[in-house]
């Protein structure tokens, strides 16, 4: 699998939150741009806040506001049919980073 060779969808519980377009990679993360898609409003706050407690360091934040959506059922898809469930992703504005 190919992270940085495909284009995403991302989905919350079959709910279609965005595109990610990778742009590249630093071994540890692939960077994206992110366009934002028809359930984006419903979900925004929960990217923002997760990114926020990553970004400032808060590992605990993070991690309860992150597994709510992992449980809500996150989800990315390329659209050769390949998937992911659970991935880590960071989104702030149009740019995102994935987990590699």
Do not use: C, R
């Not at 965005?18 to 992110?34: H, K, R």
């Amino acid at each position: 699998m190919a992270l940085t060779d495909k284009t995403w969808q991302i989905t919350v519980g079959g709910t279609w939150i965005g595109t990610l377009t990778p742009t590249g990679s630093d071994g540890q993360w692939v960077t994206a741009t992110f366009s934002p898609g028809d359930g984006w409003g419903n979900f925004a706050p929960w990217f923002a806040q997760a990114y926020a407690a990553f970004s400032g360091g808060d590992e605990a934040a993070w991690q309860t506001t992150y597994s709510q959506l992992t449980m809500m059922g996150l989800a990315i898809t390329a659209d050769d049919g390949e998937s992911l469930s659970s991935p880590t992703i960071h989104i702030d504005g149009a740019n995102a980073w994935i987990a590699a």
